[in-house]
């Protein structure tokens, strides 16, 4: 991992709806190669930076960085440069998964062969290559979960982003996930993942950062959020609690 070059670059995002403030002038930096877990309690502002980063919805203020390209001057660079995998993936269900495939490749123009070999891979690694020719419509919602995973992936992008992606999944599929996360970063790729399940953002992340009420309130290595807590022989779910609890009682006592 390549700390001095940062591959994602949030610049004061702000997110405003009416009175309510979902997001407070989010600066956070991410790098190369870096697997990233981006923590916080429901309605923390999670999903709505999600969101923004991968141009569903607008900012309020800011800029984003994606590489060398302004999101949103130069959004089609910058969104080529992302393969998004979103908590309740959206697929068209009538199709199969190989016809999924090749209709998503075709919106980033791969070559079918291309599409053909890694979607065979990918199926083959997430024990879906012998429901190919079913429709998505008969899937369970963790196999339409490895589905949207695996055609993130077909136009090779630089960063893959994740929201949640063991809901769903049984032990082994998660441990699959897991596997492929880390095959990713080996690569050279840089993975953005949100998850409520503490256990693999410990396992998996080389930094995270919480976000509470709109603000990142902690940020760093697992080590480092365990200093920040005082709680050094700490699991993360113990630090996460300790930070949110603390921020909260603070914005309440301010209040």
């Given at each position: 991992?390549?700390?001095?070059?940062?591959i994602?670059?949030?610049?004061?995002i702000?997110?405003?709806?009416g009175?309510?403030?979902?997001?407070?002038?989010?600066?956070?930096e991410i790098?190369?190669g870096e697997?990233?877990?981006?923590?916080?309690?429901?309605?923390?502002?999670?999903?709505?930076?999600?969101?923004?980063l991968t141009?569903?919805?607008q900012?309020?203020?800011?800029?984003?960085?994606?590489?060398?390209?302004?999101?949103?001057?130069q959004p089609d660079?910058a969104?080529?440069?992302?393969g998004y995998?979103p908590d309740?993936?959206?697929l068209y269900?009538?199709?199969?998964?190989?016809e999924?495939f090749e209709?998503?490749?075709?919106l980033?123009?791969?070559?079918?062969?291309?599409?053909?070999?890694?979607?065979?891979?990918?199926?083959?690694?997430?024990d879906?290559?012998?429901?190919?020719n079913?429709?998505?419509?008969?899937?369970?919602?963790?196999?339409?979960?490895?589905v949207a995973?695996?055609?993130?992936?077909l136009h090779?992008?630089?960063?893959?982003?994740?929201d949640?992606?063991?809901?769903?999944?049984?032990?082994r599929?998660?441990?699959?996930?897991k596997?492929?996360?880390k095959?990713?970063?080996?690569?050279?790729k840089?993975?953005?993942?949100?998850t409520?399940?503490?256990?693999?953002?410990q396992?998996?992340?080389?930094r995270l950062?919480?976000?509470r009420?709109?603000d990142?309130?902690a940020l760093g290595t697992m080590?480092?959020?365990?200093?920040?807590?005082?709680?050094?022989?700490?699991?993360l779910e113990?630090?996460?609690?300790?930070?949110?609890?603390?921020?909260l009682?603070q914005?309440?006592?301010?209040?």
């Amino acid at each position: 991992m390549n700390q001095s070059e940062p591959i994602i670059r949030f610049c004061g995002i702000e997110k405003r709806y009416g009175a309510f403030t979902a997001l407070k002038s989010v600066n956070l930096e991410i790098f190369k190669g870096e697997l990233f877990g981006f923590l916080g309690p429901n309605g923390a502002g999670k999903t709505t930076l999600i969101r923004i980063l991968t141009g569903i919805i607008q900012p309020s203020g800011g800029q984003i960085f994606i590489g060398p390209y302004d999101l949103f001057s130069q959004p089609d660079k910058a969104k080529a440069m992302l393969g998004y995998v979103p908590d309740r993936p959206y697929l068209y269900e009538k199709l199969t998964p190989l016809e999924y495939f090749e209709f998503m490749g075709g919106l980033y123009n791969v070559a079918l062969e291309r599409i053909l070999s890694k979607g065979e891979e990918m199926l083959r690694m997430f024990d879906l290559w012998d429901r190919r020719n079913e429709l998505i419509e008969s899937f369970s919602h963790g196999m339409k979960q490895k589905v949207a995973m695996c055609a993130a992936i077909l136009h090779d992008p630089e960063i893959f982003v994740v929201d949640e992606p063991t809901v769903g999944l049984d032990p082994r599929s998660v441990k699959l996930a897991k596997n492929f996360f880390k095959q990713l970063v080996a690569n050279g790729k840089t993975v953005f993942l949100t998850t409520h399940t503490l256990s693999v953002a410990q396992d998996l992340c080389h930094r995270l950062a919480i976000i509470r009420q709109g603000d990142i309130v902690a940020l760093g290595t697992m080590n480092e959020l365990q200093k920040r807590a005082s709680m050094s022989d700490s699991n993360l779910e113990d630090v996460f609690l300790k930070i949110t609890e603390e921020e909260l009682e603070q914005q309440t006592n301010i209040l």
